[in-house]
């Protein structure tokens, strides 16, 4: 069986992207955190959005839809 408290990937992007969607799902209550940080910070050249060497956001399994509506929303908002 699945755990719900697993980490699932909700966005990968840039440093600064990731950094504004992990503050958006925390300010709506959605514990985040981001992975591969520190490539994407000392190497940013390195970084495509959602590919290779991008920093992902990750919640745990069961804000997995609440967090992805909040993401599209942030993120299409204009």
């Given amino acids: 069986m699945k755990n719900p408290d697993d980490p699932v990937i909700v966005y990968a992007g840039n440093?600064?992207?990731?950094?504004?969607?992990?503050h958006e799902l925390e300010n709506n209550d959605i514990p985040a955190f981001l992975i591969d940080e520190t490539i994407g910070?000392?190497?940013?050249?390195h970084v495509a959005p959602g590919g290779?060497?991008?920093?992902?956001?990750?919640?745990?399994?069961?804000?997995?839809?609440?967090?992805?509506?909040?993401?599209?929303?942030?993120?299409?908002r204009h």
């Fill in 15 to 22: 440093p600064v992207e990731a950094e504004l969607v992990r």
């Fill in 41 to 45: 910070t000392i190497a940013p050249w």
């Fill in 52 to 76: 290779a060497g991008a920093v992902k956001v990750t919640v745990a399994k069961r804000h997995m839809e609440s967090a992805r509506d909040i993401i599209q929303k942030f993120l299409y």
